[in-house]
T-cell receptor, first 119, second 112 residues
Framework: NAGVTQTPKFQVLKTGQSMTLQCAQD?????MYWYRQDPGMGLRLIYY???????DKGEVPNGYNVSRLNKREFSLRLESAAPSQTSVYFC??????????????????FGSGTQLSVL | DAKTTQPNSMESNEEEPVHLPCNHS???????IHWYRQLPSQGPEYVIH???SNVNNRMASLAIAEDRKSSTLILHRATLRDAAVYYC?????????????FGQGTILTVHP
């Protein structure tokens, strides 16, 4: 059981380049999330998807786009990378979905992260 | 959203118990208390959560104060593998469901 799988693990981009971070989960979870982690800042939510076909902005969405391709996959795209987007990116999933949108006791399962450097 | 306050760092010796405190004085009645930890170069990992009563699982115990304004994560016998950043997080339903707000956490160092 792989859980949450992120690719790639490492990436170096030049300013202005674009790329897509891929995330897939095999736990049949409804919700998926993208976080970024910067030194001294904790984890900050970029975008999330409560169910297939829906996406919503989190705390720091500027400069990113997302696609919930199907129930398993949730991708994060940087259209024009900037040095400020140098960070470690984590994808996560949880069982909670639209039907249980007020559940507050759900667990999040995280991937192992993507280290992105923008030069 | 209610916030949590944790010490920046703590140290322990291997095989000794560790008590990691968390203050959340503005917690509301429907907020759950969650603990996650992050091992070096890994994504966060769920540890335990609770609402009002103390909770135990195979990883740890969670002791919640009677007024719920503080809680303590208890690792009964620390191992070197428990060295990680521990995050205490409150979750609230409605618009913030499922969206965890991670603070700075507590860096736990375990000495052999």
């Amino acid at each position: 059981n792989a859980g949450v799988t992120q690719t790639p693990k490492f990436q170096v981009l030049k300013t202005g380049q674009s790329m897509t971070l891929q995330c897939a989960q095999d736990m049949n979870h409804n919700s998926m999330y993208w976080y970024r982690q910067d030194p001294g800042m904790g984890l900050r939510l970029i975008y999330y998807s409560a169910s297939e076909g829906t996406t919503d902005k989190g705390e720091v969405p500027n400069g990113y786009n997302v696609s919930r391709l199907n129930k398993r996959e949730f991708s994060l795209r940087l259209e024009s990378a900037a040095p400020s987007q140098t960070s470690v990116y984590f994808c996560a999933s949880s069982e909670v979905g639209v039907v249980r949108r007020f559940a507050t006791n759900e667990k999040l399962f995280f991937g192992s992260g993507t280290q992105l450097s923008v030069l | 959203d209610a916030k949590t306050t944790q010490p920046n760092s703590m140290e322990s010796n291997e095989e000794e118990p560790v008590h990691l405190p968390c203050n959340h004085s503005t917690i509301s009645g429907t907020d759950y208390i969650h603990w996650y930890r992050q091992l070096p170069s890994q994504g966060p990992e769920y540890v335990i959560h609770g609402l009002t009563s103390n909770v135990n699982n195979r990883m740890a115990s969670l002791a919640i104060a009677e007024d719920r304004k503080s809680s303590t994560l208890i690792l009964h016998r620390a191992t070197l593998r428990d060295a990680a950043v521990y995050y205490c997080i409150l979750t609230r339903g409605g618009t913030s469901y499922g969206k965890l707000t991670f603070g700075q956490g507590t860096i736990l160092t375990v000495h052999p």
